[in-house]
């Protein structure tokens, strides 16, 4: 769904007007089979356009999907400027969906909402026609909507559309019919696109029963679908999610890894990624992604700073940061009538070193015209407090820094625990197990060999029953 949703916010980037201008009449008609793979499709319009032979940006703009089967040609227009013709070819026996999605008027007014012509040039478009209502979870409008059947996994966004609706109506549901379609297994999909208010940004998928998933259709009537705006949530928010899914799949999950999609300035975001180390050493990355519920896992770890345990929240790295001269540099440019933004990043290199688990970067922009200005402030590891850490009169750990063939280690305990003490790299992969065993009570002087690594950071990472300490190292040759 996400990808869904990607693909048509950028395809319907163009700002829509308060005018209504709107499709009236296509030829061919929406849903026409054994169209020629060498023909025309015209749009007529509610009001004449400009003269769309003026070049790029004059012409409305008509996106075939899937969009490497068709090639779209000459564009050609009516005496009175209200019915444009697209030259166009096509692939015999596919089945396509044509989304019209931006056109001017004459006197500079804006398609209202797109228009979808669903065709084919096979000599069927089949049998089966899906119906459902499309409902707003917050009563809003729902026009300019699209409504889409889709097949493949819409979760991972391998889909491919095979019929669109575009919704009319500024009530919070209206009624849909998509088909008629071939046999096949389909879900439903649907998205009101951030255009023009960007909080109008809702989708939702056929799901009756709520378990967050997209459901397989069964029947032809009551696939109802309710829109929803995504969650924008903290890193802790939502950390419990992903920890009892790393749980399902690994034994004993530390988090040592995560990534946030787009940050807004209270550090929410709508999707996070959380990567997990297990007891033998197997690693798994939790998505959670815009319903708070996790998405399928995955071993691709890139992208991820390396986030040893504890961490701090999203929203405490900002306050902190706020506190470090955030706030200040906000004041000083909003003085000057300039707005400022804020925005986390779990990428915790800084000149080539580790310095920060959280990177705050405030940006101000204005319509002065000067350049942007911007500050960077870092948040050291020592401040992360979400996770508890070894309590003060508990276990203590340190390390020889830098370190060059030889790591020298000190753990303090009051009792005798069990321990395991390992190191790990920028990446959040254990690299050498330093000590799995028993501790006697006091001060444990560790001396071990250090395998052969590239130079640069890491850490040391104790585990005891009574918490997670982590300190960094740095390896020289």
């Known amino acids: 769904m996400r990808r869904l949703v990607f693909v048509l916010s950028c395809l319907l980037a163009a700002p829509v007007g308060a005018q209504p201008l709107v499709v009236t009449a296509s030829t061919p008609g929406d849903y026409t089979a054994s169209v020629p793979t060498e023909t025309t499709l015209s749009f007529t319009f509610s009001e004449p356009l400009g003269d769309v032979t003026q070049g790029l940006g004059s012409a409305p703009t008509l996106v075939a999907l899937p969009t490497d089967a068709a090639e779209i040609g000459e564009i050609t227009q009516s005496d009175d400027g209200a019915t444009v013709t697209f030259a166009v070819t096509l692939q015999p026996d596919e089945r396509y969906v044509f989304l019209l999605l931006d056109a001017v008027s004459v006197d500079g007014d804006r398609l209202a909402r797109p228009f979808a012509l669903n065709l084919t040039t096979g000599g069927s478009l089949g049998s089966l026609t899906f119906r459902g209502e499309a409902m707003d979870s917050?009563?809003?409008?729902?026009?300019?909507?699209?409504v889409a059947l889709v097949t493949g996994d819409l979760q991972s966004g391998a889909v491919e559309l095979v019929a669109v609706e575009v919704l009319e109506t500024e009530a919070?549901?209206?009624?849909?019919?998509?088909?008629?379609v071939p046999f096949g297994l389909y879900t439903i999909g649907a998205v009101r696109l951030p255009f023009p208010d960007p909080e109008a940004l809702a989708y939702g998928f056929y799901d009756p029963n709520d378990d967050g998933t997209p459901d397989v259709l069964l029947s032809f009537t009551?696939?109802?679908?309710?829109?929803?705006?995504?969650?924008?949530?903290?890193?802790?928010?939502?950390?419990?999610?992903?920890?009892?899914?790393?749980?399902?799949?690994?034994?004993?999950?530390?988090?040592?890894?995560?990534?946030?999609?787009?940050?807004?300035?209270?550090?929410?975001?709508?999707?996070?990624r959380f990567q997990f180390e297990g007891e033998?050493?197997?690693?798994?990355?939790?998505?959670?992604?815009?319903?708070?519920?996790?998405?399928?896992s995955t071993n691709d770890s890139r992208g991820f700073g390396a986030m040893p345990v504890p961490f701090r929240d999203s929203n405490g790295a900002l306050a902190l940061a706020d506190d470090r001269g955030g706030a200040a540099f906000r004041a000083e440019q909003e003085a000057m009538g300039r707005t400022v933004t804020a925005l986390l990043g779990a990428d915790p290199f800084l000149s080539g070193e580790r310095e920060a688990e959280w990177t705050v970067r405030y940006t101000s922009r204005g319509s002065d015209g000067a350049p942007a200005e911007s500050l960077t402030v870092p948040i050291p590891m020592s401040t992360a407090t979400?996770?508890?850490?070894?309590?003060?009169?508990?276990?203590?750990?340190?390390?020889?820094?830098?370190?060059?063939?030889s790591l020298r280690l000190g753990v303090s305990v009051e009792s005798t625990e069990a321990a395991e003490i390992v190191l790990i790299d920028a990446r959040g992969r254990t690299v050498a197990v330093l000590h799995r065993g028993l501790l006697a009570p006091g001060t444990s002087v560790l001396d071990t060999p250090l395998p052969d690594l590239v130079p640069?950071?890491?850490?040391?990472?104790?585990?005891?029953?009574?918490?997670?300490?982590?300190?960094?190292?740095?390896?020289v040759r």
């Open 172 to 180: 919070g549901t209206e009624a849909f019919a998509l088909g008629p």
């Open 456 to 475: 640069g950071p890491y850490f040391v990472r104790l585990t005891t029953a009574r918490g997670v300490q982590t300190v960094p190292v740095t390896v």
């Open 386 to 405: 979400d996770r508890e850490p070894l309590p003060e009169a508990g276990s203590r750990l340190w390390a020889t820094n830098p370190s060059r063939g």
């Open 138 to 146: 917050d009563s809003g409008s729902l026009d300019g909507s699209l």
């Open 222 to 272: 009551g696939n109802d679908v309710t829109l929803a705006r995504p969650e924008q949530l903290t890193a802790g928010e939502r950390f419990e999610d992903a920890q009892d899914a790393a749980a399902e799949a690994i034994a004993s999950p530390v988090l040592i890894g995560i990534a946030p999609s787009t940050v807004d300035e209270d550090g929410r975001a709508r999707t996070w």
């Open 280 to 296: 033998s050493e197997q690693v798994e990355v939790v998505q959670v992604g815009v319903f708070a519920l996790p998405l399928p």
